[in-house]
């Protein structure tokens, strides 16, 4: 499967990501120029865990007929600042009591297939290259 994704530039600090029926508005805080209209790129990185890790959640719920009634995912993160670079992410779902304690292990192992987490895990090689087009 491959997608394609095209970027824009919105004026600004924006810079937007444009596929299938999709935009992706990004822009950046106002200490580093932008306007805060929209979250910064890597907050769209950090989330895109969160929720992925989200819907493994919901479907281990949706399978197993468990209200997701009183679940939350709780994300955090520690930035490392000498490397300039996240080093920890942290991921705690929260259980409302009636969670049927005998799934805990079973909802954790959910979530560790989530999509984001195996490619964070075992990184996809990137290549960046350009290309001259004609004016039109």
Avoid at 58 to 77: V, Y
Avoid at 88 to 100: A, D, M, R, Y
Wanted: aromatic share 10%; proline share 5%.
């Amino acid at each position: 499967m491959q997608m394609e994704m095209i970027v824009t530039f919105g004026g600004g600090m924006k810079v937007n990501a444009h596929f299938n029926n999709f935009t992706v508005y990004t822009d950046q805080t106002k200490r580093a120029g932008g306007d805060e209209s929209s979250p910064e790129p890597f907050d769209y990185f950090l989330s895109s865990l969160a929720t992925c890790a989200g819907f493994f959640v919901l479907r281990f719920c949706q399978t197993r007929k468990i209200s997701t009634e009183g679940i939350q995912l709780r994300q955090s993160h520690h930035w490392n600042k000498e490397q300039k670079r996240v080093d920890n992410i942290h991921l705690e779902i929260e259980l409302p009591s009636s969670f049927p304690e005998k799934y805990a292990p079973a909802l954790i192992r959910a979530t560790n297939e989530c999509t984001v987490k195996k490619a964070l895990m075992n990184p996809p090689q990137i290549d960046v290259t350009t290309r001259v087009v004609e004016d039109s």
